[in-house]
């Protein structure tokens, strides 16, 4: 996540998830932001204010009068940071930020806010189906807080339903949306991530080492900067990215009929996929069994997915990835060229910090036009930025589609 620098003020009200208040304040410090924790009356009855203090080093804001408090300091907290959210919020702090109500600290923060606002429901699923509660809700997204609906499973009280506090991933990707600049509003970005299967027999498939790391890296980055997202994933282990529309597929042609629907109302493709060149040439109805003699398997090209696409692109900018242990220019030069590509971003795979399965990778962006830029070893979500920050100036002037 990216907060490095952002300032963000906690607010926390008096629910059973105070607990997880707690690490969502030390996952964001981690992440290199300034927090500053106002915890309601209630609040203080689950989790002292001491505990969030020394996670954050700064003093918990906890009443609007008493010593060493400033007689200001609720009209500006709310304007002098990045953005606010409330976790857990519960049904009481829903209902007075709605109607307007400034009977403490945190709520009289609210009445002065300029800052964007992300609201965090927690409480009973009963509390949360009230028709009242809902009609808040509504009301306050109305008036441009940004609401993070709680997840579904089993409650404090005994109930299960809605009424979870979202997790803290879910939290913290909804938050950096409101903290990043939103240059890629309005656009829809195909992204495509992990290896396919190319299944032999009811067992086996051919497969390559591609985890999908970097495709889901470029998805998240792209809906933190406004973009409506659809991710096309083959077999992977990571979870789905928040807010972002995933679509699973197996097969190589499976994702090319996939892209073949979602392409033309998008405004880019980006291509991490690592997609076999070949699958067998016949499905095997049952396990294949070991003989005594070698076996023998005939392959079938699968279709050049990207270069198909880009025989229909009429507004698309197109961006594909080479994977390589060669000569990385010359080779990623021939595939931008061959395939139509506008941008094709170029990486070894036969180092040990690059590439496939790994957190880390080292590339070089070569466009159609202009010069090749060699990236240094950076995070996939710093590649991801980089990647982002040339299409972003590529749509600039161009007309959004939609779709």
Known sequence: MHFNGKRILLGVSGGIACYKAVELARRLVTAGAQVKVVMTKGAQEFVTPLTFAAITGQTVGTGL??????????IWLGQQVDALILAPATANLIGKFAA????????????????????CPAMNCEMYANPVVQENLARLEHRGVTVL????????????????????????????????????????????????????????????????KMGYAVAKAAWRRGAEVTLVSGPTALPPPYGVEVVQVRAALELLAVLRERFPTADALIMAAAVSDYRPESLAST????????????????????????ALKTHQVLVGFAAETGDLLAEGRRKLEEKNLDLIVANEVNRPDAGFAVDT????LIPREGEPL????????????????????????????GG
């Open 65 to 74: 009068f008493g010593p060493g408090i400033h007689p200001l300091e609720h």
């Open 100 to 119: 307007g109500i400034g009977d403490d600290l945190l709520t009289t923060i609210l009445l002065a806010a300029t800052r964007p606002v992300l609201l």
């Open 149 to 212: 609906r709680p997840g579904v499973g089993p409650l404090a009280c005994g109930a299960v339903g809605y009424g979870r506090l979202p997790e803290v991933e879910d939290m913290l990707a909804a938050l950096s949306r409101l903290v990043s600049p939103q240059d890629l509003a309005g656009r829809h970005l195909l992204v495509t991530a992990g290896p396919t299967h190319e299944d032999l027999d009811p067992v086996r498939f051919l497969t390559n080492r591609s985890s999908g």
């Open 287 to 310: 396990k294949l069994k070991r003989g005594s003699r070698a076996q023998e398997l005939r392959l079938v090209q699968n279709p050049d997915i990207v270069k198909e696409l880009a």
């Open 361 to 364: 990778n080292e590339v070089t």
């Open 374 to 401: 060699a990236l240094p070893l950076m995070s996939k979500d710093e590649v991801a930025e980089r990647l982002l920050d040339w299409l972003a100036e590529r749509l600039g002037g161009r007309e959004a589609q």
